[in-house]
């Protein structure tokens, strides 16, 4: 099973300033790469997919890079809807799909 | 619009069952890979199973094989979980996911609102 791993697990930004997240795999899932976005109480929307395409309606203040082992999902100014708790995934030789354990933005 | 909506969660006691359903609309249902995902409270992500367009085939998580059975009904555009020997660690809000149309599009790109089980006695 493939262990995905996020850092850092709390990332204080201010509103307007760039946030850089992190996802690290255990071995090589090439670019088969998701981020989810799940605000409190809500349900997880799907923000990237395939390391850097963005979903159906994401601002393009959303962007993701990398493949291989080690990926990130940068916010270039963030809004204050932005603050959530984002999960990657890895969908390469599934089943099993796997989740790494989440970034919680906060506002600093 | 498209939508799932999940149903069927609830209190249980340890050891018991439960099913829970996922109404699908606004696409074309029986094209697509469809999931469930869980997640524990205060926890992150757990995919749990997964199932082809035509049901041929089906995953599940090492976690919940065995107890745990997928399947879904294309006429009516319904997702199902059968869960039975539940124990308290299988507590969580599950989702329902729609997957991609092709086996490797592994990404979930709609979910429902989820459905809590809670397994207590």
Not at chain 1, 99 to 107: A, L, M
Request: charged share 15%.
């Amino acid at each position: 099973e493939i262990v995905m791993t996020q850092s850092p697990a709390t990332l204080s930004v201010s509103p307007g300033e760039r946030a850089t997240l992190s996802c690290r795999a255990s071995q090589s899932v090439s670019s088969s790469l998701a981020w989810y976005q799940q605000k409190p109480g809500q349900t997880p929307r799907l923000l990237i997919y395939g390391a850097s395409t963005r979903a159906t309606g994401v601002p393009d203040r959303f962007s993701g890079r990398g493949s291989g082992t080690d990926f990130t999902l940068t916010i270039s100014s963030l809004q204050s809807e932005d603050f959530a708790v984002y999960y990657c995934g890895q969908y390469n030789n599934w089943p099993p799909l796997t989740f790494g354990g989440g970034t919680k933005v906060e506002i600093k | 619009e498209e939508q799932l909506v999940e149903s069927g969660g609830g209190l249980v006691q340890p050891g018991r069952s439960l099913r829970l359903s996922c109404a699908a609309s606004g696409f074309t249902f029986r094209d697509y890979v469809m999931s469930w995902v869980r997640q524990a409270p205060g926890k992150g992500l757990e995919w749990v199973s997964s199932i082809s367009g035509s049901s041929l085939s089906t995953y599940y998580a090492d976690s919940v094989k065995g107890r745990f059975t997928i399947s879904r009904d294309n006429s009516k555009n319904m997702l199902y979980l059968q869960v039975n020997s539940l124990r308290a660690e299988d507590t969580a809000v599950y989702y329902c996911a729609r997957t991609g149309r092709n086996p490797w599009e592994g990404w979930l790109d709609l979910w429902g609102q989820g459905t809590l089980v809670s397994v207590s006695s």
